[in-house]
């Protein structure tokens, strides 16, 4: 289906790709610099049959959002790092019961309140790990304003799909950056809504959770008239049940991490730039990418065998894709607005003797290209592992 050509910010992008996907509940509260997505919210939800509403604080917003998504509805929010700190109790409820969500985070310059309207990329560990406990969870993030709209549609999708929370890692820079976009209304094989019962399957034999597979089980909407479906934070068992015993422990830890490790080749998404014959390899994600793909053709214009990986998907991390790079090149700079925490990750899967080094940047610009091609230079001369 043909889209309409707009010349928007990807703060507005996203919150087109989350309409176009089915979303129609907003609970938040504002904080730059993704306050644009509540604002565009409070006034495209109403006209497609949804609703926002402006919360007291992130830690109600993220409660606000649970409960409508049992209520069958996709549900959204949008903040930045000092939001989903508030919001992480709750975020662990919605990976022990399984509710599906979006959660935004334009990534601003930390930590606390730090410099709420400069770029950085600071909250990747945040995401995967926020949550406390042995947990899983999906992250996917964009690096331009089309991508705000497409990977938007993909994390609601993958909500549904696997029945989990999933985030949305933007950042100052693409959240506020204009760009040509093309809005399209979606085919309604593009849109992913949860699971439901089958109709053979009867009242008495539902059961809310399953834990025997790396897939969840069909989700009504509690209070449905056919179906009982219960939840807890606390361990519980198929029916919802409180099960705190060994066994079920064990299973159920188990489930929601394979559930989403144990499909990453379903969930992972990269994007590749050549890479057949690259000698070097920038591996980025996010505003990042940007300024990598400039030093790429900066180098390549010059004769230089320099291809990238931008990583869409940053939680799972795409292990194959990563390690296809690194077992290939001699040498990976990973240019990124934090101290160095995609670095480490790929540094895990560094079994081939390549060169990993960082570019970055901490002080509320943006990286440069030249800044990425120095750091290059210098690991060239000085062999840095």
Request: hydrophobic fraction near 35%; charge should be negative.
């Given at each position: 289906m043909r889209g309409e050509k707009r010349f928007i910010e990807g703060n507005i992008a996203i919150v087109e790709g989350a309409i176009a996907a089915g979303a129609r509940f907003y609970a938040g509260y504002p904080i730059s610099p993704s306050s644009e997505i509540a604002e565009y919210s409070a006034r495209l939800l109403p006209r497609v049959g949804g609703l926002y509403i402006q919360m007291e604080d992130e830690i109600s917003s993220m409660a606000a959002l649970l409960g409508a998504s049992v209520a069958g509805k996709k549900a959204y929010t949008a903040t930045s790092g000092p939001g989903v700190s508030l919001m992480q109790e709750n975020l662990g409820l919605g990976i022990m019961s399984e509710i599906p969500a979006v959660i935004i985070d334009v990534q601003r310059s930390g930590p606390s309140t730090g410099a709420a309207t400069k770029p950085a990329q600071g909250d990747l560990m945040q995401a995967r790990w926020g949550a406390h406990g042995d947990h899983s969870i999906i992250a996917l993030s964009p690096a331009s304003v089309q991508e705000c709209f497409d990977l938007t549609v993909c994390a609601f999708n993958l909500a549904e799909k696997y029945r989990t929370p999933v985030y949305l890692l933007a950042d100052e820079t693409i959240g506020h950056l204009r760009e040509t976009v093309t809005i399209r209304e979606l085919e309604p094989d593009e849109i992913v809504s949860r699971?439901?019962?089958?109709?053979?399957?009867?009242?008495?034999d539902f059961r809310p959770y399953r834990y025997d597979g790396i897939m969840p089980e069909a989700m009504p909407p509690f209070g449905s008239d056919r179906y009982l479906s219960r939840t807890t934070g606390s361990t519980h068992d198929e029916k919802g049940e409180f099960r705190p015993v060994p066994e079920n422990i064990h299973r159920v830890t188990h489930y929601l991490t394979d559930k989403i490790e144990k499909n990453a080749e379903d969930i992972c998404m990269t994007k590749g730039w050549y890479l057949d014959d690259a000698e070097t390899a920038f591996i980025t994600w996010g505003c990042a990418?940007?300024?990598?793909?400039?030093?790429?053709?900066?180098?390549?214009?010059?004769?230089?065998?320099?291809?990238?990986?931008?990583?869409?998907?940053?939680?799972?991390?795409?292990?194959?894709?990563?390690r296809s790079v690194l077992s290939s090149v001699k040498t990976v700079v990973v240019p990124e607005l934090n101290l160095g925490q995609a670095a480490g990750e790929i540094r895990k899967f560094n079994d081939y003797g390549c060169k990993v080094v960082q570019a970055n940047r901490v002080d509320g610009i943006l990286i440069s290209p030249e800044q990425i091609i120095r750091v290059w230079k210098e690991a060239e001369q000085h062999g840095e592992l």
């Open positions: 699971k439901q019962p089958a109709e053979d399957v009867g009242p008495e990418t940007r300024s990598a793909l400039g030093a790429m053709e900066q180098l390549r214009a010059r004769g230089e065998k320099v291809g990238m990986l931008q990583l869409q998907t940053v939680w799972p991390m795409p292990e194959k894709e990563i």
